[in-house]
């Protein structure tokens, strides 16, 4: 949730937003902005941002600012400027591989990297991991996981799967599911430049196929059912926790509240959620001349879910 003056830095977003006008390129990396424009009917999808610096492709956001300052920007890929954004800009990942780098000083880890065409989608979040398996300390082995079509799996496994590593410790775990199970449009140029990411990173390619026992398939398919079910609910709970800490707030108890594993919520179910849950905690206790830094804590998640 951000409103109009706020001031902003651009972290990028977690997932591949789409397509940028020709000529527009994405601010760098904490580019400091301030909010002109937002809309009110969908807080949470973009946000008009007028930048300090000027960036190619630029806009002017309909006169709210000088031409190439304004871009209209999601806002999961904006984070509130101020002491410690750097904290709340930090994805998930980031805080995985500093405990891989410190636990591989001691034994051998294995990192696990689930649904990697999500980070491979954006130019920011791949680059960032191609820049952190470089520099990794030998004892970490890290395997990636992605879900395809048994078509595209059939005309990826041409030639030998077994490849020289490009980083000696990457290697990609290939889940081959039912096409039930597959991404739509995979054939356009976001999917193909995604791929090609993918393929840089993770070269060494293992192909798990489901079971061809019918007893077999059907106790694999539960199984998978219910880790689908316990990747949601987590899912679900690093949203709404990830959104928390980007805005100055927490929720002591939200590991124990958030349990929704029927479906994923989008960042409006988070926001709205969220928007709920303050409401409800202002409602009976208002904050008296919050400091500066001040964090609001939320007590009223769970009834807002």
């Known amino acids: 949730m951000v409103s109009s003056g706020d001031r902003v830095r651009y972290i990028g977003p977690i997932q591949s937003s789409g397509f940028m006008f020709e000529g527009q390129r994405a601010p760098d990396y ?35 600012c000088e031409l190439d300052h304004g871009l209209f920007c999601s806002v999961d890929s904006l984070c509130l400027d101020g002491p410690g954004w750097e904290d709340r800009a930090k994805h998930s990942f980031d805080v995985v591989f500093e405990f891989a780098s410190e636990e591989s000083q001691q034994v051998p880890v294995i990192l696990f990297l689930k649904d990697v065409e999500k980070i491979c989608g954006n130019n920011y979040t791949y680059h960032g991991l191609k820049n952190k398996l470089e520099s990794f300390p030998a004892g970490v082995f890290i395997v990636g996981s ?105 929720c002591t108890d939200l590991e124990s509240v958030v349990c929704v594993k029927d479906r994923n919520l989008t960042s409006e179910c988070v926001d709205k959620i969220v928007g709920y849950a303050l409401s409800y905690q202002l409602k009976d206790h208002p904050i008296q ?17």
């Open 30 to 64: 904490g580019s400091q902005g301030e909010v002109r424009l937002t809309f009110a009917e969908n807080g949470s999808s973009k946000v008009g941002v007028r930048f300090d610096k000027q960036i190619p492709g630029g806009i002017d956001l309909g006169g709210s």
């Open 146 to 250: 992605q879900i395809q079509t048994d078509a595209r799996k059939d005309k990826s496994n041409n030639g030998s799967p077994w490849l020289k590593f490009s980083y000696s410790q990457a290697a990609i775990l290939d889940l081959a599911f039912q096409d039930s199970f597959g991404r739509a449009g995979e054939k356009n140029k976001e999917a193909l430049k995604m791929s090609k990411h993918i393929t840089k990173l993770f070269p060494n390619k293992v192909t798990i196929e489901s079971p061809e026992d019918e007893t077999e398939l059907s106790q694999w398919k539960q199984l998978l059912g219910r880790d689908i079910e316990i990747l949601k609910a987590k899912a679900n709970f690093l949203k709404i926790q990830s959104f928390l800490t980007r805005h100055g707030m927490e």
């Open 289 to 305: 001349t919050p400091g500066k830094d001040a964090r609001v804590v939320l007590s009223g998640v769970r009834y807002c879910i």
